[in-house]
């Protein structure tokens, strides 16, 4: 069984340039989740969708982020314009989506992100 | 505030010898448990978690994990140390915040020398 398949890996772009990453999380999974890590700390939650819609939003830094979950499959994460200080790993994870205690994630390879 | 912590950034250990690394949690409510790990470039893979009932829980590569509630720890075990066991372990919380997240620690990195 594929896993959750992020692209690109690495991303360099200019302060002020946009960037996209794109998330496919694991076949038959509802949830989806964007996270981002910092260097040297674990990684927090940017963004929780339920199917299509976005149940959890409250950690995202709305005045430049934006993400879209159309279909309920795939997930955009973009930022415009970029910062130096949105440089990080951007995690995708996906779960089944029960909603509850049970629920594991599983996470995909990461986009690292470097903004100069 | 709900909470995880790593206490240890670093844990050195000796190929063949236990390991332990370390987590604490402060929740409100029962506390869901996780363990996962990451290796360099690669996303992080779950380990094992804690939900209900026997404490000691068992997960992938030989890991296990104990759930202690009055000293409110959760650290991760391995009896026998591996030199590929090398990197980056994260302990997390799933608390429910009217829906439930999932709260990580700052991450422990384990090297195992030959």
């Known amino acids: 069984e594929a896993g959750v398949v992020q692209s690109p890996r690495y991303k360099i772009i200019e302060k002020k340039q946009p960037v996209a990453f794109w998330c496919n999380p694991i076949s038959g999974h509802n949830t989806l989740y964007w996270y981002r890590q910092n260097l040297g700390q674990g990684p927090e939650l940017l963004i929780r969708y339920e199917n299509e819609e976005a149940v959890d939003d409250s950690q995202l830094p709305k005045d430049r982020f934006s993400a879209e979950r159309l279909k309920g499959v795939d997930s955009t994460l973009k930022i415009q314009p970029a910062e130096l200080g949105d440089s990080a790993v951007y995690l995708c994870?996906?779960?089944?989506?029960?909603?509850?205690?049970?629920?594991?994630?599983?996470f995909g390879p990461g986009t690292r992100l470097t903004v100069l | 505030a709900q909470s995880v912590a790593q206490p240890e950034d670093q844990v050195n250990v000796a190929e063949g010898n236990p390991l332990t690394v370390k987590c604490t949690y402060s929740?409100?409510?029962?506390?869901?448990l996780f363990w996962y790990v990451q290796y360099p470039n690669r996303g992080l893979q779950f380990l094992l978690k804690y939900i209900t009932g026997d404490n000691l829980v068992k997960g992938s590569y030989g890991f296990e994990a104990e759930f202690n509630k009055s000293q409110t720890s959760f650290h991760l075990k391995k009896p026998s140390a591996l030199v590929s066991d090398s990197a980056l372990y994260f302990c997390a919380v799933r608390v429910n915040t009217g829906g439930f997240k999932t709260i990580f620690g700052a991450g422990t990195r384990l090297f195992v020398k030959a």
């Open positions: 994870a996906s779960s089944l989506g029960q909603g509850d205690s049970l629920d594991t994630q599983y």
């Open positions: 929740v409100s409510g029962n506390p869901y």
